[in-house]
């Protein structure tokens, strides 16, 4: 069994269509200079209200993934 090493960061993702869509674009933004993304947990959730209704959603979440 190997002992992997695992690093966290931290990231906002947004998005006006949901809390996952919101989720998916900051995985896939973080995918694009990170690697070995093994796992997230979302720590904050908000959303943005205009004229009584949700326009907008931000979604704060950890990400973990093993080191080389």
Do not use: C
Not at 6 to 16: A, F, R, W
Not at 25 to 37: F, P, Q, R
């Amino acid at each position: 069994m190997n002992d992997n090493i695992y690093k966290q960061i931290e990231l906002t993702g947004t998005s006006p269509e949901g809390i996952e869509k919101a989720i998916q674009n900051a995985i896939s933004k973080a995918g694009e200079t990170l690697h070995n993304i093994r796992w997230f947990q979302v720590t904050e959730t908000r959303g943005a209200i205009d004229n009584n209704q949700v326009v907008h959603w931000q979604v704060s979440l950890k990400i973990g993934f093993t080191l080389d």
